[in-house]
Nanobody, 119 residues
Framework: QVQLVESGGGLVQPGGSLRLSCAAS????????MGWYRQAPGKQRELVAT???????NNADSVKGRFTISRDNAKNTVYLQMNSLKYEDTAVYYC?????????????WGQGTQVTVSS
């Protein structure tokens, strides 16, 4: 069984910082692209940032210059460093990973972690 466990969410003030982590575990042969998505109340889930196994990144325009995605392949973990947080960043953040297991490849999701930006 493959599991993605997120941590690091919480309540922060505008302009503050937060670091999200997502660790994958289970019968993993290889992890390809990993990413972060978010969903705010009343809105569709949107892509925040992705990173390939080779380190190539893609960021949403709304977070460029403020958020940084990274990964530690030895720990099967992806991170999202969030700086200069704004009210509109409030959402449930989900991590995603494309993973090859012993029986094939699939896309997996974490349980989600709440990020609330409030003064």
């Amino acid at each position: 069984q493959v599991q993605l466990v997120e941590s690091g969410g919480g309540l922060v003030q505008p302009g503050g910082s937060l670091r999200l982590s997502c660790a994958a575990s289970g019968s993993i042969f290889n992890i390809y692209t990993m990413g972060w998505y978010r969903q705010a109340p009343g809105k569709q889930r949107e892509l925040v940032a992705t990173i390939t196994s080779r380190g190539y990144t893609n960021n949403a325009d709304s977070v460029k210059g403020r958020f940084t995605i990274s990964r530690d392949n030895a720990k099967n973990t992806v991170y999202l460093q969030m700086n200069s947080l704004k009210y509109e960043d409030t959402a449930v953040y989900y991590c995603n990973a494309d993973i090859r297991t012993d029986v094939g490849s699939d896309s997996y999701w974490g349980q989600g972690t709440q990020v609330t930006v409030s003064s």
